[in-house]
């Protein structure tokens, strides 16, 4: 987990190079999320206050900071805890994966605590909601949804949720 004062250091250099927006890329349990205190025990994770305090830092230098949270692939740092374990797609010899199951309504919930407990640290009014790279999108449990309906429109429709929650 990178230290403020080093994200203070790449937010002066993307100041120098004339760059207005600095994305905050976060994929695993880094940061201290509100109301998910109980999963970050013994965690280094990055607080409210760090946040806040890099945010202005950002903004005296014209710099957006924009919250990068993964909601679908790469959620293994989730995943990996039995409260969560049940949300990923797990693959037909049984391996749990990286991926959420978007047809499980638990997979909305958890973004919806995640997003819930990050938000309030940011100003920007942009966030990449990290939707990129669901390998196991049509095995296991959604094999049979993206078989009858297409995985483009299984991942859109679980892409619209996750929209909707930005609102």
């Known amino acids: 987990v990178p230290k403020l004062s080093y994200l203070k250091t790449l937010?002066?250099?993307?100041?120098?190079l004339r760059y207005n927006q600095f994305q905050l890329y976060i994929e695993s349990r880094v940061y201290a999320y509100k109301g998910l205190e109980e999963y970050l025990v013994g965690q280094d994770v990055l607080?409210?206050?760090?946040?806040?305090?890099?945010?202005?830092?950002c903004k005296e230098r014209f710099i957006d900071l924009v919250?990068?949270?993964?909601?679908?692939?790469?959620?293994?740092?989730?995943?990996?805890?039995?409260?969560?374990?049940?949300?990923g797609i797990t693959r037909e010899d049984g391996a749990k994966t990286t991926t959420?199951?978007?047809l499980n309504?638990?997979?909305?919930?958890?973004?919806?605590?995640?997003?819930n407990g990050m938000m309030d640290a940011y100003s920007s009014?942009?966030?990449?909601?990290?939707?990129d790279?669901?390998?196991?999108?049509?095995?296991?449990?959604?094999?049979e949804a993206c078989e009858k309906y297409g995985v483009g429109t299984v991942y859109t429709d679980y892409l619209n949720k996750v929209i909707a929650l930005t609102k």
């Open 11 to 16: 937010a002066d250099q993307l100041a120098d």
């Open 47 to 57: 607080t409210c206050e760090e946040i806040q305090e890099l945010d202005e830092y």
């Open 67 to 87: 919250p990068n949270q993964n909601s679908l692939g790469h959620m293994q740092p989730w995943l990996c805890l039995p409260d969560f374990a049940p949300l």
């Open 100 to 102: 959420m199951d978007p």
């Open 105 to 115: 309504p638990g997979s909305i919930a958890l973004v919806e605590r995640i997003y």
């Open 125 to 131: 009014k942009l966030m990449n909601i990290g939707m």
């Open 133 to 143: 790279e669901p390998f196991e999108l049509g095995m296991g449990q959604t094999k």
